[in-house]
């Protein structure tokens, strides 16, 4: 049977002297308990259906009464054995209990503030007061925690302190003096963090672009002894190897003896057939010699290898290349070297990446003459010199390119590293010709059907849009925009596992792609070379290196 509401007050009403821990143990076997009084006439109620039963048969009223009667008990019980935090006191419903005791701190906070201008402007009455009513203040604060824990004479305390600092904001400022002030101040300090940022940005990419003292030293050692050997000993083995179109012809083009030595190794080492890999490798006159003595002295296996020299291209010259006939016009020495030399760090920052030494180097610009150089081949595999290669590269020779001349990985995303990117499309010759969301590419790992490449005369084009970029109307700077216009509707996509980028400033490349990819590429400043590489993916170059090699530890390179 169940019972009256009668009944259970009369139960509720013994309970009302229990100590609290008996209370709350109540409410947590609340239905167990009315299950036991209901016995077997009612059958124990389910799930979900559970607490809305119970408390169907419990009156509201009656939980009220409860409350409000341990409510007035718990306020006698000892401190000491429940604490100064009890949930059924009213006072601590808030759950902000702390806010006058904030307040008083920041008070205690605001007076130190105008001690210290009332200090330095000889302000000794004002000192004097704000120090007496931070004095009042802080004991009355004492080791307050919560508001509960305050005196009775803590409004009247927070009361005089904020008269006071009334008092001494406005004896101490003119508010209109004031504004201005501090607008002023907030001007100097945004065009100060301009400047900063600035010269963070100029020595970040003047970093990014200057070659290591230990890998100038390599360079400079191997160059002299390189030509302390007698010219016999200075040829490469295997050269009948370097015009057979049969075999897999790679084509390189670096001034850095140590970034060229990871690209060799790591392709040689992952090579299914080493021994029909063909690198083709341009370096300048002032790193000719060293180049060629690392490769004498650790020759790629059963690979054949060849270092040549740019400046012995003769037919490379002026009358026949835009790029060095724009380079000797007055304009474009303003611009690169006048212009080149700021009086600050942040006057020359802006400009500094457009002004970058291997954008006037024609090993950067060689890649639109790969025919030229390589008259007898039929297809090349153009690699940079900050990437490595993980995995066998042979299939890309199988690769259907599909009448294109250019084999990429693409790069563009929903937005990103499309045309309109690299291009100045408000150019008519630029508007009229190509499409601003056609998708972008990569240079790095480029395969390149040298066959098509003739037909369609993509070295002309080249020449063509270079000759119309004069003023740098069309682009700023580099050799992938003139690439874009040259390639376009001739680059054949290849698949993203082939070619990773990124690695040289993105630091979120999700390492199963890293892992997948058959190239790694470090675009960007933070090459691999440098102290600003990314730690993380410097292993990856690392391993390439020998750092047991006597040069290398003459010259204390480290990993």
Known sequence: MIPSNQAFTVRCTRLRSAPVPHILLLFILLPLLFHAVLGSQTPL?????????????????????LENA??????????????????????????????????????????RVYMVLAKSKNMFDMYEELMNQLKESQRAVGKATADADLPKSAPETIKAMNQLLSKVKGQMYDCKTFIQNLRGML?????????????STFLSQLAAKTIPNAIHCLSMRLSIDYYLLPPEQRKFPRSENL??????????FSDNVLAASVVVNSTIMNAKEPEKHVFHLVTDKLNFGAMNMWFLLNPPGDATIHVENVDDFKWLNSSYCPVLRQLESSAMKEYYFTAAHPTTLSAGSSNLKYRNPKYLSMLNHLRFYLPQVYPKLNKILFL??????????TPLWYEDLKGNVNGAVETCGESFHRFDKYLNFSNPHIAQNFDSNACGWAYGMNMFDLDTWKKKDITGIYHKWQTLNEDRALWKLGTLPPGLLTFYKLTHPLKKSWHVLGLGYNPSIDRSEIENAAVVHYNG?????????MTKYRPLWTRYINYDHSYIRNCKLRT
């Open 384 to 393: 940079d010199d900050d990437i490595v290669v993980q995995k066998d590269l």
């Open 187 to 199: 001007q100097s300090a945004d065009e100060q963090a301009r400047g900063l940022k600035k010269q």
């Open 45 to 65: 109620i389910r799930d979900s259906s559970s607490s809305a039963s119970v408390s169907s048969m419990v009156d509201d009223e009656v939980f009220v009464q």
């Open 70 to 111: 341990d409510i007035e008990h718990s306020k006698a019980v000892d401190s000491a054995v429940l604490g100064k935090y009890n949930l059924w006191r009213r006072e601590y419903d808030n759950e902000h209990t702390d806010t006058k005791v904030k307040f008083m701190r920041d008070q205690m906070i605001m007076a």
């Open 243 to 252: 015009e057979n179109p049969n075999l897999y012809h790679y084509a390189l």
């Open 525 to 533: 400043n933070m090459k691999p070379w440098l102290e600003l590489a």
